[in-house]
């Protein structure tokens, strides 16, 4: 049978990670929305041609990739909050259940 202690142990600890990602991610979101885009308008600011186009474009599609993958990252931080508070949840209340089992005796 695992502990109070060590349920609340785990727990703390699967939340603390999914905090991790959630703040990576809004990493990732704030790198691709605010510095690459910012990157995006130096270079057409001082680059004017059909390659600055073709990078612009292609920067522009790794900027919403990155986009993409943050918010798949914060929504896995959020699956794994969701997930660890019903884990948490039942395994209290098989430690319970454990504590007051009564077994009986067949003949």
Do not use: P
């Not at 202690?5 to 999914?18: G, N, P, Q, T, V």
């Not at 920067?59 to 918010?71: R, S, T």
């Not at 929504?75 to 009564?102: F, H």
């Amino acid at each position: 049978m695992v502990s109070s202690k060590e349920i609340e142990m785990h727990f703390a600890e699967i939340m603390h990670l999914a905090e991790q990602i959630e703040m990576l991610a809004g990493t990732l979101k704030s790198a691709a929305e605010d510095e690459l885009m910012q990157v995006i308008c130096k270079n057409r600011a001082c680059w004017n041609s059909i390659c600055a186009d073709i990078l612009i474009g292609k920067e522009v599609k790794i900027g919403a990739g990155l986009l993409h993958e943050a918010n798949k990252l914060y929504e896995i931080g959020k699956q794994m909050k969701q997930q660890a508070k019903r884990m948490y949840q039942a395994e209290l209340m098989n430690n319970q259940l454990a504590a007051t089992r009564v077994y009986s005796q067949q003949s």
